[in-house]
């Protein structure tokens, strides 16, 4: 990414999932991948996938007439920075706030919940 990092809005992030999932893709697939789950123009996805070419979010490489787009980060860390922007601007910054807001609004299964206790196990013990 040029100059700062900033984090995808939200159809920028349809496109990166796509991406993810599938790995390497023309605008063309792209756009039928996003068609599945939204009405979304082809010319809207050619310069929504553009600016995030520019924005740095993706690559791309000639192949023909067409380009071959690639996610530029990995999944995790751009949900990272979603999550980092998230917590800071609803919870300021408290990833404890977070965690009880989810348990408090949401039926948590025991697996779900037995999952979340080995991983603060795994983190005590660090």
């Not at 995808?8 to 992030?13: D, I, K, R, V």
């Not at 999932?17 to 792209?30: E, F, H, I, M, Q």
């Not at 010319?43 to 530029?72: C, W």
């Not at 348990?103 to 005590?124: A, F, P, Q, V, Y």
Request: no cysteine; charged share 30%.
């Amino acid at each position: 990414m040029s100059g700062k990092k900033t984090t995808p809005t939200a159809s920028e992030l349809g496109i990166l999932n796509v991406l993810w999932a599938r790995g390497p893709l023309t605008v063309k697939s792209v756009h039928e991948a996003l068609l599945a789950t939204k009405d979304v123009g082809y010319t809207t996805t050619l310069k929504i996938m553009q600016n995030m070419h520019d924005k740095g979010f993706v690559s791309r490489k000639p192949q023909g007439r067409s380009h071959i787009y690639e996610a530029a980060y990995e999944q995790e860390e751009t949900r990272g920075r979603l999550l980092d922007r998230f917590v800071d601007s609803t919870f300021s910054g408290s990833a404890s706030s977070l965690v009880m807001q989810l348990l408090g609004n949401k039926k948590t299964s025991k697996k779900e919940l037995d999952e979340i206790k080995r991983i603060i196990d795994e983190m005590d013990s660090k």
